[in-house]
């Protein structure tokens, strides 16, 4: 029988018992198949694989639904559902991996005769069950599961807090000079003649690009830097606690320590020595950067002092005109948002060989969203889901999320993107993201067919997961891309003279926006090193030392900070990523990006392997070389 992607509730008031009885089959599923391992019968080492693999496909997919439908699901009561079966997951999982008896199961099978895939399943498996405790007393196992089970809890809690707190800020029409007329339409002005400002991206990106006014700017990105303030704080506050002591716990020195072993860093030193590599590549150039932004603000406002977040994209925006002629408004004529959905496909479909079918008709969770199957040279992989517009108790920022795991010939891959664009024309920014975030889904969907779940998919280590998806970015800045879908109202494509000016002109600011990057990548791993009492003025001395942004004064970033949750302490690894980006891209024709035969290349060598072989390796085979740093350096320059 042909398989065929997971089917979702077709009527509103049916989600809250399929999404009960959904993930209530798949936990008998994983119960059963952790019995059946228990069970005292002698069974190969394919056999042993095999059943827990079983485990992983049911458990994995309740953990993925969970994730995904928890953050954008529209009513309160799915999300509250998913949540707590999240949390299941998690602690079902960490019993399974926790459990003495089934370690000797697998510790005891005879390796010889797996081949390649399964033995590396093997030896991944059982070095999970090392870094789950297995080793440990009971009581102590009994308290890394607890441990665990808090973290989920205060993960979701810190989640949901940023979700939540949408804040805005209210401001008279005068105040809103530089926005562009469709932005200004889409506010009107209340009964009491002021006009409100969201912390939502749709309002916060153009407002800091465009709004003239440096109070109102100041205003809003206070609002938004303070989401889930104070709150998060505390929520924060003990999860850094307990991370650390599950790691001292476990026989590590830090929870970067042990967040690390499954990375291609290996170890928080590793780690701090990229930090302290990245800083001094950076440095210099984000030191000018801050420098030639200052004196385009002083240009249209000679009392400006400094350049904080609420005022840095708007430097930018007043350097690329007087430089280059470039105003980000050019652009967006060409990028509605129909043409841009439709042509990303159309592009990710050329390079990679993939078709995708759009069903108007599948059911969904809201309205807006986007269903499409996806195949590969006729071979179904898939569906699905692009969720690109903001609402109420929707997740705030833009990230890819898998919804099943693709398993060779069991079951096709779902995944989901949740983006926050607006709906009218994009900017060019939107756009990068969205090639950015898309690169996840391609990523997903091609590495679908392998036969053991914790090896198929996004599966890679966690510091090469964003290197695909920001390789992709470089498709959104070439003129032959875009000129396949970015057309004006009458079907003029956006000529190639802008894009080469916007090309020219986004390497304005790039180190200092780097420079922003190392930031947030210090946050996330000293935090985690440090756990200081006050973290609001230790996150103020580390933007000291690594931004060159002046300091924003009331604002608490750390709160909203939600890679806190899922990447704890390893931001790092978009930098690192993006170092890896680089290189890759070297392999491409700058002049052809529509080249097949190295896409296809590309699309077999690294994206395709999924978690089956090292990313050190996959880049290696790709690149016919080790990985460097080379490629970041004349990245950063421009070159």
Not at 401 to 410: D, E, K, M, P
Not at 452 to 481: C, H, K, M
Request: proline share 4%.
């Amino acid at each position: 029988m042909p398989l065929t992607p997971l089917e979702l509730p077709a009527t509103d008031d049916a989600w809250l018992s399929w999404g009960e009885s959904y993930t209530a089959g798949l936990i008998d599923a994983f119960r059963a198949s952790v019995a059946a391992l228990k069970d005292g019968s002698a069974r190969s080492a394919a056999e042993v694989l095999s059943l827990w693999n079983d485990g992983d496909l049911a458990i994995g997919d309740v953990a993925a639904a969970s994730e995904l439908l928890s953050e954008v699901h529209p009513d309160p009561a799915v999300r509250e559902l998913f949540e707590e079966r999240a949390r299941t997951a998690d602690a079902l999982a960490t019993e399974r991996q926790q459990d003495s008896e089934l370690y000797a199961v697998v510790s005891g099978v005879d390796a010889e005769g797996l081949d390649d895939e399964a033995a590396r399943r093997l030896s991944r498996l059982l070095r999970d069950f090392r870094l789950a405790g297995v080793h440990l007393p009971a009581e102590t196992r009994v308290e890394v599961a607890a441990l665990d089970d808090r973290i989920t809890e205060l993960s979701q809690e810190f989640n949901r807090n940023v979700r939540d707190d949408v804040r805005s800020v209210r401001l008279a029409p005068e105040r809103l000079a530089g926005l562009p007329a469709d932005w200004i339409a889409a506010h009107p002005v209340a009964e009491d003649g002021l006009v409100t400002v969201t912390t939502d991206y749709p309002d916060v990106v153009p407002f800091r690009t465009y709004a003239i006014d440096a109070d109102a700017r100041r205003e809003l990105v206070v609002a938004l830097q303070n989401r889930a303030w104070p709150a998060n704080d505390a929520v924060l506050g003990e999860l850094l606690e307990l991370r650390a002591q599950k790691a001292a716990l476990l026989g590590f020195d830090s929870w970067a320590d042990l967040d690390a072993q499954t990375k291609m860093t290996g170890s928080a030193r590793a780690i701090e020595e990229f930090i302290a590599r990245l800083h001094e590549t950076v440095a210099p150039q984000a030191a000018a950067d801050y420098a030639e932004a200052l004196e385009a603000l002083q240009r249209e406002d000679p009392s400006a002092e400094s350049v904080d977040f609420s005022a840095n994209m708007h430097a930018l925006e007043l350097l690329r005109r007087e430089k280059f002629d470039v105003d980000t408004q050019l652009a967006r004529r060409y990028l509605d948002i129909a043409k841009v959905r439709q042509g990303l496909l159309d592009v990710t479909g050329r390079l990679f060989g993939l078709e995708y079918t759009e069903l108007p008709d599948a059911p969904r969770w809201h309205p807006e969203v986007h269903v499409y199957d996806v195949a590969l040279e006729g071979d179904a992989l898939g569906r699905i889901y692009l969720d690109l517009h903001p609402r109420e108790g929707k997740f705030k920022h833009a990230a890819a999320f898998g919804l099943q795991t693709g398993v060779a010939g069991r079951q096709l891959a779902s995944a989901a993107l949740a983006c926050n664009f607006t709906r009218g024309p994009l900017l060019h920014s939107e756009l990068t993201t969205l090639f950015h975030e898309f690169g996840h889904l391609v990523h997903q969907l091609i590495a679908s067919r392998h036969e053991f779940a914790a090896l198929s998919g996004i599966t890679t280590e966690w510091d090469f997961v964003e290197a695909p998806s920001q390789l992709l970015e470089e498709w959104a800045w070439d003129a032959r891309v875009l000129q396949t879908f970015a057309t004006d109202d009458d079907g003029q494509p956006i000529p190639a003279e802008l894009v080469e000016r916007m090309r020219a002109a986004n390497v304005l600011g790039r180190g200092q926006l780097i420079a922003r990057q190392l930031f947030y990548t210090a946050v996330s791993y000293f935090l985690h090193r440090d756990r200081p009492a006050d973290r609001t003025a230790y996150a103020r001395a580390l933007q000291a030392q690594y931004d060159v942004l002046a300091p924003l004064p009331g604002e608490h970033q750390h709160a909203s900070f939600g890679h806190l949750t899922g990447y704890s302490s390893a931001y790092y690894t978009y930098m690192w990523s993006k170092v890896i980006a680089a290189d890759l891209f070297t392999a491409f024709d700058r002049a052809d990006l529509f080249d097949e035969a190295v896409a296809h290349r590309y699309r077999d060598l690294v994206l395709a392997p999924g978690g089956s072989t090292d990313a050190a390796q996959l880049i290696e085979d790709f690149l016919g070389r080790p990985y460097s740093f080379d490629a970041f350096g004349d990245w950063l320059a421009g070159r």
